[in-house]
């Protein structure tokens, strides 16, 4: 079975992770004959994030592993390895409707547990069809991850059986909604950034669940972070892993200890190894002296904890600053250290700050660092980078990121990870055909009607490569033209217009067909680079965070009279 | 290896979910020859989220089974089972910051993975020193799950080796401060609701990433909802799972559908089979004049659902009644089936609005169910529960759980599962005392200061069982005695007071010794009581959601002269 092979699939989503609901409807389908019933599904959000005016789209690297894994556990196929009794502390047994024949220690197979949850007079047959499927007849097209994102143009499109695309809802949307919210909340904080300071992801022991905490990772890397201190992502994922240490390993230390070998060799290798504390306390004078400090003011346990990192990381010494007093302790105890391990050959290469105005200590702390590099002749200090985190979020990011600001590198947890203007997406997955026939929700709130049909997505650009809009039209209608005026009905708009694009995209590319992978995915460093092409074709107007122009969907005529005739027909 | 026999552990936490930082230090602890140093941390919150005065703690089950599967695999140990190269499509092999030496197919092994990413020239001793870690030398003293929890306190005392409990911190705070957070969220939910109506958590499509989902459940349950749509959190953690239908199954059938075989035997066993499809129709025509509705008016691909869902759930039949119009047809349709089925002795179990004004449309539903079981001799009909959903917050809970309301069954998602109000509780992770010396942090920033030392808990209760506060102590003081006179200072004061209790309870309990289950946890039902236990021994002004009395938090005379002497003795 697959997913038995595959760690990561078990840990990003099973075939159980849905909604009861899921499994009731197929229980409907299967009853009613249409298990079978070709169908197709959009899965689009009805609204951008963030009051801005474009998402990401993200998470299709997740859908497709998660599809090639799907395959329900039955009694027969144990879990991947029989759990010990003793992994599992008593008197906490799963517990199901009815007693689990599978023993208190283990969770019954998937089938089980789905048989304990539904009538007990359930067909067997029914079971026999959910342990025979897979994913082999199920298609899907989908953006590009890292592609531009606009309301109602669907970012995954999914046919196959009805009763297996309609299982497929809950976790797909878990997969994508997420995944994209983290990729568009990346990619503003980048667009606020600017290009050049470095942007990390600090959230993870923020995230909603474990599992967010590495899917924030992974998708905030490809919404245009430059890494993250999420280690699982780094060995999962290939994303750049990032860290050097926390408060607590500042307070561990008081001075008295003894480092069982305080000797480092000179970074060039040739000459004698060189007792660091001695050195460090000589280094602490002359910096004391220079800042006008008394030599006793800084802390000796924060030296001794910079002391000790320094010999681990001779090459990549960095101090946390503020966990005394950031001007008379932090700063010198760093810069006798650096200025001890510079004299060695070795070159610092940072300090972080995590508390008070950080924009403003980054300004001292810079200036301090170019009159000591003066001063000590060590002029690789002046730019030794500063990174910042506490609790930075839009706002404050812009302001670290202000012309002149001496912030280089900018540490982002809980607004990362937690999206916090915005925690869902709210993605939805609607069906839009059964059996070649087009279907539409035509509920009484408007907000809530579907586009019916099976549908092709176009995105039309201007002679000068940047963004018109996005067209919706029927998949059997043929692709829009460059060069070729075109008439469109701009969503919510009363009347048609035309357009003549220069250029014309198809949006959905075709990446599962029949269950098998048709292309290689992009590396998440390859989707990375596009989405941040794809913002860069975006107009300033649609790109900026703070009310945006609006991005335009338009329908093909074909697709709008397909809505008219629908509403029409029912209404009564 | 404990880790590869336990697939839950898999999927919420593995030791690598961790922030790189807790490796480079621990590489600086044991450079340091402080790898084995006994150690303290103390995980806890700074302020209640939500802007309420109490929190529920929870999570300590899945610490509890993180810690006993902890074990970091090497190159000899592979994943749980050898992926399959066919799994991971091509072209997005997982990169790391040096070439794999696993090939492109597999992510390294723990131990490799750490070592690609440490400098090239760390000593091999350090990664045999992680090899040989486990659990075995940690202890955890930790609230019960579903236990009050206040700023300050300790929801989980982790001590051990220095080097192990500093690599614990991120996965601790990952497993503990969401599901704290969201067990405290379903408090509020539930207090705001009251007791009688029935709360269900909807939210994993808008989970952040699907343990986020898995989490939400199970935590949404211990802190008082009453079941959850998702499946795995049935399997997984006993929680009753919910559901019935969606949107897209009224949609999928156009009314054209012929059902394979539409006979259904009376719910009593005893009589013959009847065609339902046709005593459906005979019911509409009741149904609409008593209504007064054309029988056109209803959509026929509705009721085939409806239909197609009373042949599979006959004693569960629930209609969904707004894929096109409440009034004219959702109701109609529903009334239609519910009083076939009647006719054949099964009772329908309810409907679920999903747009519009829920309060009101449950009401016009109430209306019509009494008159039309009144017209029809079907007294169950009056009391169908009506269940609703959409988008469901605080505010719109108080509407709908209001004095008169006829709703019965709340569905709440996103802001059950994404906790808007506030998405992260930020717990943090202190170090408190290190070879048995007491550690503090002392920044100038005092919200960020932590109370130093190895402490005990006590929770002092008035004669009449209220909770009076709590009172934080050095380990080696006596308990506070019940009936005797006590000195604290409470946080934030400037005087000491003294308190008489009543009753005096150890908060911390000790759970897990040398890496040993000390005893059983309870079951998630278990804590689920005892949640709602503590929360009415909270006073009415404590439990109040807007601008609650604080509840206070003191520390004893012994703690507070700590304090005060480590923080003179670095003031410089």
Redesign the interface.
């Known amino acids: 079975m697959?997913a038995?092979?595959?760690?990561?699939?078990?840990?990003?989503?099973?075939p159980?992770?849905?909604?009861?609901?899921?499994?009731?409807?197929a229980?409907?389908?299967?009853?009613?004959?249409?298990a079978h019933?070709p169908?197709e599904?959009e899965l689009f959000f009805r609204q951008c994030p963030f009051g801005g005016s474009f998402a990401l789209a993200a998470g299709l690297?997740d859908c497709?592993?998660f599809l090639?894994?799907f395959r329900l556990r039955d009694a027969g196929t144990p879990?991947?390895?029989?759990?010990?009794p003793s992994?599992?502390?008593?008197?906490?047994?799963?517990?199901?409707?009815r007693p689990s024949p599978h023993g208190p220690l283990s969770?019954?197979p998937?089938v089980q547990?789905?048989a304990s949850?539904l009538?007990p007079d359930t067909d067997p047959a029914f079971f026999q069809h959910l342990r025979a499927l897979d994913s082999s007849g199920v298609t899907v097209r989908a953006l590009p991850e890292g592609s531009l994102a606009f309301p109602g143009v669907p970012l995954l499109q999914v046919s196959g059986p009805?009763l297996l695309v309609?299982l497929l809802?809950?976790?797909l949307?878990?997969?994508v909604?997420?995944a994209s919210l983290v990729a568009t909340n990346a990619a503003r904080l980048r667009l606020i950034a600017g290009p050049e300071k470095r942007l990390l992801d600090?959230g993870?022991?923020?995230?909603?669940?474990?599992?967010?905490?590495?899917?924030?990772s992974t998708y905030s890397y490809l919404g245009g972070f430059d890494g993250s201190?999420?280690?699982?992502a780094?060995?999962?994922?290939?994303v750049?892993?990032?860290?050097?240490?926390?408060?607590?390993?500042v307070?561990?230390?008081?001075g008295t200890?003894v480092?069982?070998?305080p000797m480092l060799a000179p970074a060039a290798g040739q000459g004698p190894r060189v007792d660091l504390t001695t050195c460090v306390e000589a280094w602490l004078e002359r910096v004391c002296a220079h800042l006008g400090l008394g030599v006793?003011?800084p802390?000796p346990g924060e030296r001794a904890?910079f002391v000790?990192?320094a010999?681990?990381?001779p090459?990549?010494f960095q101090g946390l600053l503020?966990?005394?007093?950031?001007r008379?302790?932090g700063l010198p105890n760093f810069l006798a250290v650096a200025l001890a391990l510079g004299e060695l050959g070795y070159q610092a290469v940072g300090v972080r700050l995590d508390?008070?105005d950080l924009l403003q200590q980054a300004q001292e702390i810079r200036g301090l660092f170019r009159t000591t590099a003066a001063q000590f002749q060590m002029p690789w200090l002046e730019s030794v980078p500063i990174a910042v985190s506490n609790n930075i979020d839009e706002e404050e990011l812009a302001r670290l990121a202000q012309e002149g600001s001496e912030v280089n590198v900018i540490g982002i947890g809980?607004s990362m990870?937690?999206?916090?203007r915005q925690?869902?997406l709210?993605?939805v997955?609607?069906?839009v055909s059964?059996g070649g026939?087009p279907?539409?929700?035509?509920?009484?709130?408007p907000d809530?009607q579907t586009l019916p049909g099976s549908k092709a997505a176009f995105r039309l650009l201007g002679s000068d490569g940047s963004l018109l809009l996005d067209v919706l039209q029927l998949a059997e209608e043929p692709p829009p033209q460059a060069g070729q005026e075109l008439r469109i009905w701009p969503r919510g708009a009363r009347e048609s217009c035309l357009v003549r694009p220069a250029q014309v995209e198809p949006l959905l590319h075709l990446w599962v067909q029949q269950g098998q992978?048709c292309k290689?995915?992009?590396?998440?460093?390859e989707s990375r680079a596009f989405a941040q092409l794809s913002l860069s074709r975006l107009s300033p107007a649609h790109r900026r965070l703070e009310q945006p122009a609006l991005y335009q969907v338009a329908l093909s005529e074909k697709l709008q009279a397909l809505v008219h005739r629908l509403r029409a027909g029912?209404s009564?």
Do not use: I
């Open positions: 697959a038995k092979q595959d760690p990561e699939a078990l840990a990003a989503a099973r159980l992770l849905t909604d009861l609901y899921q499994v009731t409807m229980l409907g389908y299967w009853r009613a004959g249409r019933d169908a599904f690297r497709v592993r090639r894994a879990w991947p390895a029989r759990r010990s992994l599992r502390p008593g008197g906490s047994p799963p517990r199901c409707s969770p019954p998937d547990f789905l949850v009538p009805l309609q809802e809950t976790p949307l878990c997969l909604s997420y600090l993870l022991r923020r995230a909603q669940g474990p599992d967010g905490g590495l899917t924030a201190s999420n280690v699982l780094g060995q999962l994922r290939g750049p892993v990032v860290g050097t240490l926390a408060h607590s390993f307070t561990s230390f008081s200890e480092p069982p070998d006793q003011d802390h904890a000790a990192y010999l681990a990381f090459r990549a503020d966990t005394y007093s950031v008379r302790s508390s008070g809980t990870v937690t999206c916090p925690p869902s709210g993605c997955y609607k069906l059964v026939q279907r539409m929700k035509l509920t009484e709130d809530k992978l290689p995915l992009p590396s998440l460093a029912a009564l």
